[in-house]
């Protein structure tokens, strides 16, 4: 019973369609009818001959690989910007290229700071140029260089938050070498700074850092030589080693390496 009456409707659109097709107001919708509502008398020819003229046009597009062709906007193809090294009439001096805004540091060079002024901070801060990464490297950076930052709690707190981004990961929250990395098992066991640093003087400290030491990589990349220093002093601190070792054997060196506010 159902069927019949879903059938006539299945059946009634296609019959308007094709009803809609036969009409004589179909043909306005056609291009021929819409050209003719225009005032163009339009044939079978015309057509013929727009579809010429687009073929024609389409096909002049430059088959050439070393020639453009017709650009379509070309400002975005061919900048008009100044050469960096032409002249411009723009700037008092004439010049394109720009001079560095006063007080630019360029990377890699010393800041002029008094307040690290100082041979073992430019010697740390240049360690790759003083110090090699060879065991002669290591041994002289040990002999000679000095934590040249100032010991206080800020420096401290900054070494502190170095160590949290950077170092925790495997060295651990206590310094104990239980990190996160280590004790879910995607690192090999790392030892406790309480045997990393102990007799170890801080320039070997930097220098491993620095360069990194076996399975551990270089952070020179990541921590300036500031931030390097400032980190021995918390890692120093964190395993009671170096400076803050109770009964160290050089107590007299250590104490002097100490600067305190
Ligand atoms: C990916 C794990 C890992 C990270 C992260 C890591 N270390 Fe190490 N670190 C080690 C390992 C392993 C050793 C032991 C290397 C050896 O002597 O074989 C080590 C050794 C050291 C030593 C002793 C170097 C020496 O001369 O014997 C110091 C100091 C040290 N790390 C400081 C740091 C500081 C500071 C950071 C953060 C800036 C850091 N480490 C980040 C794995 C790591």
Known sequence: MNKNPNQS???S??????????????????IRGL??????????????????????????????PQKPGWAYFPDMAYSQAYETYSANPNFEDGQTARQPVPGTIARGVLPDNPAVD???????YFLKKYYPETPEGYEAAGAELKNPVTLNDQTLADGKKTYEIYCM???????DGQGSIVQGGAFPPVSPYSTLLKDKQEGKM????TYGRNLMGSY???????????????????????????????????S???KTK
């Open 256 to 258: 002097a390496n100490a």
């Open 206 to 209: 930097f220098h491993s850092i």
């Open 9 to 11: 409707v299945i059946a």
């Open 220 to 254: 020179a990349p990541l921590v300036s030589a500031e931030d390097r220093w400032k980190v021995i002093y918390y890692i120093q601190k964190l395993s009671g080693m170096g400076r803050y070792q109770s009964q160290p054997a050089d107590s007299a060196d250590a």
């Open 35 to 64: 050209l003719r509502t225009d005032g163009i008398r339009t044939g079978s020819k015309s057509v013929l001959a727009m579809t010429v003229v687009a073929v024609a046009l389409f096909s002049s597009c430059n088959t050439d």
């Open 118 to 124: 100082d041979e073992a901070f430019e010697k740390s």
């Open 13 to 30: 659109p296609a019959n308007k369609m094709s009803g809609t097709k036969q009409s004589p107001n179909s043909k306005d919708t056609s």
């Open 169 to 175: 990961v495997c060295h651990g929250e206590k310094g």
